[in-house]
């Protein structure tokens, strides 16, 4: 692509709601939305520093609440076995001792680069601290990668300690400048505990977490004590949670109890559908259950809750092409969300649990947005149209160009 070039106007774009609006930028905010007649032929030149998106429909830029950038499109090279989290985890912990911080970076940022792509303006990774000599190769490959993307992508780091890392580790990775404290407790032998020790370390560094929680359909559900440890946090200090499987299987007593919880520490849920999907009920061959969080329940209480694609192409999920519309497709047909539900949870769900400004075709909002050659939100999620035009702050920072060719 050429140099990024800010634009001061978005020409005959088509929103949701079947508007077709001409939108006006400055200093990467929306300044104006004006409903426009639906035209096919214009008849004034496009200017330099307009686009033209008459054909396509104008969204809220996504934003990819949980990724594993250090571990994406790694699955042809280990070539793991297929089945659930346990057999996940031991394969991609065999091989990390075979990474260097070169070999991280580069599918890192293939993965970026796909996710920038398909129109994601935002997105939080998770990074390992990986067993071996050298725990930080992956804080260093993604803290690399994360300056490479100023001014194109937001970018944000989750130290994903295991039960088994040290607390120096952890310390090492805040040092080198990962955002957040993350972990896996449901894993740990006591759950709580190690919970207990992630917050600490937050409390401590006065940074936010975003935990793996609950990630089985069965055991001891840990996100009431989650959310309860950090109900007296400051205001916008992040805490969020990333699959909560097992509330999806919660009886609605326990459910409620959660919610009200939940609620009450402004603590962000975060579904992964196409991984959760994948790796839960294996033991179930018959009436096997979603390996979904309870989406209907914390959306109509008002909990905030975004989706993401979690892993791509690794041995957590060997499929997953790291689009948004893929993520949203999935919690229409696994989740039961409506096709607006869907949309805004990677869209403005995730950008308020990653703690970001809310974009889109709003006065004051920020210009990050996602055209896809398409009229409505139903025909783009279903479809998936590849030929797309990406815009972060008001630049063009992604388009994609599609030629159709076919004998009848």
């Given at each position: 692509?050429?140099?990024?070039?800010?634009?001061a106007?978005?020409?005959?774009?088509?929103l949701?709601?079947?508007?077709?609006?001409?939108?006006?930028?400055?200093?990467?905010?929306?300044?104006?939305?004006?409903?426009?007649?639906p035209?096919?032929?214009?008849?004034?030149?496009?200017?330099?520093?307009?686009?033209?998106?008459?054909g396509?429909?104008?969204?809220?830029a996504?934003?990819?609440?949980?990724?594993?950038?250090?571990?994406?499109?790694?699955?042809?090279?280990i070539?793991?076995?297929?089945g659930?989290?346990?057999?996940?985890?031991?394969?991609?912990?065999?091989?990390?001792?075979?990474?260097?911080?070169?070999?991280?970076?580069?599918r890192?940022?293939?993965?970026?680069?796909?996710?920038?792509?398909?129109?994601?303006?935002?997105?939080?990774?998770?990074?390992?601290?990986?067993?071996g000599?050298?725990?930080?190769?992956?804080?260093?490959?993604?803290?690399?990668?994360r300056?490479?993307l100023?001014g194109?992508?937001?970018?944000?780091?989750?130290?994903?300690a295991?039960?088994?890392?040290?607390?120096?580790?952890?310390?090492?990775?805040?040092?080198?400048?990962?955002?957040?404290?993350?972990?896996?407790?449901?894993?740990a032998?006591?759950?709580?505990?190690?919970?207990?020790?992630?917050?600490?370390?937050?409390?401590?560094?006065?940074?936010?977490t975003?935990?793996?929680?609950?990630?089985?359909?069965?055991?001891?559900?840990?996100?009431?004590h989650?959310?309860?440890?950090?109900?007296?946090?400051?205001?916008?200090?992040?805490?969020?949670?990333?699959?909560?499987?097992?509330?999806g299987t919660?009886?609605?007593?326990?459910?409620?109890?959660?919610?009200?919880?939940?609620?009450?520490?402004?603590?962000?849920?975060?579904?992964?559908?196409?991984?959760?999907?994948?790796?839960?009920?294996?033991?179930?061959?018959?009436?096997?259950?979603?390996?979904?969080?309870?989406?209907?329940?914390?959306?109509?209480?008002?909990?905030?809750?975004?989706?993401g694609?979690?892993?791509?192409?690794d041995?957590?999920?060997?499929?997953g092409?790291?689009?948004?519309?893929?993520t949203?497709s999935?919690?229409?047909?696994?989740g039961?969300?409506?096709?607006?539900?869907?949309?805004?949870?990677?869209?403005?769900?995730?950008?308020?649990?990653?703690?970001?400004a809310?974009?889109g075709?709003?006065?004051g909002?920020?210009?990050?947005?996602?055209?896809?050659?398409g009229?409505?939100?139903?025909?783009?999620?279903?479809?998936?149209?590849a030929?797309?035009?990406?815009?972060?702050?008001?630049?063009?920072?992604a388009?994609?160009?599609?030629v159709?060719e076919?004998?009848?």
């Amino acid at each position: 692509m050429p140099e990024i070039q800010k634009l001061a106007r978005l020409l005959g774009a088509t929103l949701p709601d079947g508007r077709t609006v001409d939108v006006g930028l400055a200093d990467g905010v929306v300044s104006t939305v004006t409903t426009v007649e639906p035209t096919t032929l214009r008849t004034t030149p496009v200017q330099d520093d307009e686009l033209d998106l008459t054909g396509f429909l104008l969204l809220t830029a996504p934003a990819e609440p949980h990724a594993h950038l250090d571990k994406a499109l790694s699955w042809d090279r280990i070539a793991p076995p297929m089945g659930d989290l346990g057999l996940a985890i031991a394969s991609w912990r065999a091989h990390t001792y075979t990474m260097t911080a070169e070999s991280i970076l580069e599918r890192a940022t293939a993965a970026a680069r796909m996710m920038l792509l398909n129109g994601t303006t935002a997105v939080r990774t998770h990074v390992d601290l990986l067993a071996g000599p050298e725990p930080l190769r992956g804080v260093e490959a993604l803290t690399t990668l994360r300056e490479r993307l100023r001014g194109v992508m937001e970018f944000q780091i989750t130290a994903l300690a295991a039960p088994d890392t040290p607390d120096e580790i952890v310390d090492a990775a805040l040092d080198l400048g990962v955002d957040l404290v993350g972990g896996a407790p449901h894993l740990a032998a006591d759950p709580i505990a190690d919970l207990d020790r992630l917050l600490a370390i937050a409390e401590r560094r006065g940074v936010g977490t975003d935990i793996h929680t609950d990630e089985s359909l069965h055991g001891e559900p840990t996100l009431v004590h989650y959310a309860k440890a950090v109900q007296g946090w400051p205001q916008g200090r992040i805490r969020s949670a990333g699959h909560c499987v097992r509330q999806g299987t919660l009886e609605t007593a326990d459910l409620m109890t959660t919610v009200e919880a939940v609620l009450a520490a402004d603590l962000g849920i975060i579904s992964l559908p196409i991984t959760n999907l994948y790796l839960q009920g294996w033991e179930h061959p018959v009436s096997t259950p979603r390996g979904l969080t309870a989406l209907r329940t914390f959306l109509d209480a008002g909990a905030k809750v975004a989706g993401g694609a979690d892993n791509v192409r690794d041995p957590f999920n060997p499929v997953g092409r790291g689009d948004a519309l893929e993520t949203a497709s999935l919690l229409v047909t696994a989740g039961h969300l409506t096709l607006d539900e869907a949309y805004q949870a990677v869209s403005g769900g995730a950008r308020a649990v990653l703690g970001l400004a809310p974009a889109g075709a709003e006065p004051g909002a920020v210009a990050d947005f996602l055209a896809v050659r398409g009229t409505t939100l139903g025909e783009v999620v279903a479809a998936a149209p590849a030929e797309r035009v990406v815009l972060h702050r008001g630049a063009v920072v992604a388009r994609t160009s599609v030629v159709h060719e076919t004998s009848f």
